[in-house]
Structures are given as C-alpha cells and as structure tokens.
C-alpha cells in the first residue's frame, strides 16, 4: 500500500509532459489534427449529386470530437490518475473479439444486427448484467445510429436480413 501511495507522489511531482497521460493523449490528438487537415483537400461533391451531407463534413466532425473527448479524458487522468496495470483485464481482449464477431455478422447476416449484437455483448461484458438495458441497448443504439446515417448522412446500410425489410 505504501508503494502504490509513493507511486502516486512521484507521478505527480513529474512535469505534465513526461506523465504517460500527456503522451497519449498527445499522440491522439497530433494523429486527429494531421487527419484533420487532410480532410479540407475533400472534393466538394456538387449538390445535385450530394445525398445528405459533404463527404468531408463527418470525418471533420468526428475528428473534432476525438479531440474534444481526449482532453477530456486528459483532464480525467490528472484528477484521477491511472493505475498501472500488469495485465489487461478479460473484458479488453472479449472486445477486441467482439469486433471480429461483428464483421463475421455483418457481412453474413446484416449490419444492423451486428450493431445490435456488438452493443449487447459489449455492454454484458464491461459490467451490464440487468437484461432490460441489454435489450434497451441493443434496440435503441443500433435505431439512433440507423436513423442518423439514413436521415442526417443520407446513406443507406448494405443490404441483409433486417434492412432489406426496411428497404423494401
């Protein structure tokens, strides 16, 4: 116990560029902005052929809110600061297979399955055990994320068992 509190100390005395918080978020972010300003040399799609959206405003958006959440988790760290771990927990590595899952259903079954599948399973295994919100997650976010690429982006999902219903 009276290392880890030494371990604390120390972390703090450190200057904030050393501290192995700034670095990740550094390197997040200096990895957004270089993205970033590679999407002003987009072309501008005129607007009789544009569905939705310009083809740069959401990789901007989504780039700019990165970097917003990424200070955030920086400011996070330094009034919590991270402990070290030795290993990753289970719940890391049952992600990363989840994602693998999630391309096995979605270019078998259907995409928005599989973003059904990836909320529930994610949720399960970071903690959620109540069945309700397993079920609110896995209809609600798939729905949310369906109707913003449908409406706002003006993209249609690659055809499979549920969005053919739709689409026809």
């Known amino acids: 116990m009276k290392n880890v509190q030494k371990q604390k100390r120390a972390n703090k005395s450190l200057p ?30 005129p607007p009789i052929l544009n569905r939705g959206i310009q083809p740069a ?3 901007k958006a989504l780039l700019i809110l990165i970097i917003v959440m990424s200070l955030l988790i920086y400011y996070l760290a330094i009034k919590n600061p991270w402990k070290i771990e030795k290993k990753l ?8 297979l989840s994602f693998f899952i999630f391309v096995v259903i979605s270019k078998t079954l259907d995409f928005f399955l599989a973003i059904s599948a990836l909320s529930i399973f994610v949720s399960y295994y970071w903690g959620e055990k109540r069945i309700f919100y397993l079920l609110l997650v896995g209809i609600i976010f798939p729905v949310i ?8 982006l003006g993209l249609r999902f ?3 068992i549920i969005t053919n219903i739709y689409y026809s």
Do not use: M, N, Q
């Open 16 to 45: 904030f560029f050393v501290r192995d918080e700034f670095k990740v978020c550094l390197v997040i972010i200096l990895t957004s902005v270089v993205l970033l300003i590679t999407t002003f040399t987009f072309d501008i799609v």
């Open 158 to 160: 690659p055809p499979g």
């Open 145 to 152: 994320v369906f109707v913003f690429f449908e409406t706002i």
């Open 57 to 59: 405003t959401f990789p």
């Open 89 to 96: 927990p289970k719940s890391f590595y049952l992600t990363i």
